[in-house]
């Protein structure tokens, strides 16, 4: 019996261990074989993209994203793939996001960057990015994918 309040008492919710999963959208924007990047405001260069808000589709937030940072309007024109992201190097109590890749044509190239997120946006060629700061999970992540979403852009 002893067996069976210890079996129970393990799976009871209160000691699991807790776990929270964000959500977020990123953007693959290609023109003449080079991704379209952003710097943000501590040095670091990705694609546009940021977290999903409550009550948001991963669809909306990238275009309100691409909206918000550089100015301008797109449409999307591929999912390319859902990516999880554990940041267990990061934190310890079990936080990831599940990022959704989307790829984008714009619809104007007129740039306006929201300064306080955005220092500068170009057009970097898979040659370029050694050069560029990029966070881990940024840089493994392109160059993972950057055949498959530079050859179909």
Known sequence: MAD??????????DNFRKHSLMIAAAS????????LLVRD????????????DEGESP???????LREELGVEAEVTEVLHPHLEWKAEQATD??????FVYRLRLLSRDFTLLESEITEARWAAPADWPGLPMLPYVRALLEERADEWLATG
């Not at 069976?4 to 919710?13: S, Y």
């Not at 693959?28 to 991704?35: N, P, R």
């Not at 405001?41 to 999903?52: D, E, L, Q, R």
């Open 41 to 52: 405001t501590h040095g670091f260069w990705a694609s546009v993209g940021g977290w999903v």
């Open 94 to 99: 079990g936080s990831g996001f599940l990022l």
């Open 59 to 65: 669809d909306e937030a990238i275009l309100r994203e």
């Open 28 to 35: 693959v924007i290609v023109e003449d074989g080079k991704l």
């Open 4 to 13: 069976l309040e210890e079996a129970l008492e393990a799976r009871h919710p």
